[in-house]
């Protein structure tokens, strides 16, 4: 389910950003979500509450690359790695 990161992430930036990739990326996303999906249809030990924890990881961490591709402008290098100490 983290490779589903990808596709949240290109959906948040449109969504939040305004901004939309190529083409090309987001036919590779869709190409690895499809096959992380497709991986996952043979899991035979599905518990809920483990798909809702790592679905909700990928949201919360495509969230927080949004938000640091929208900060990143404001802040220098230095500031950016001393936050992400």
Known sequence: LKRLT???TLIA???ILGTRSSRQIELAVLLIAGGAL????????FDPFT???A?????LNSLYLTH???YSTQ??????LFVNS
């Open 55 to 59: 679905l909700g990881s990928c949201g």
């Open 6 to 8: 990808s596709l949240v």
């Open 13 to 15: 930036e449109f969504v």
């Open 75 to 80: 802040f220098s290098e230095e500031e950016i």
């Open 51 to 53: 798909y809702t924890l």
């Open 38 to 45: 497709i991986a996952g249809l043979s899991d035979y030990h």
């Open 68 to 70: 640091v591709k929208k």
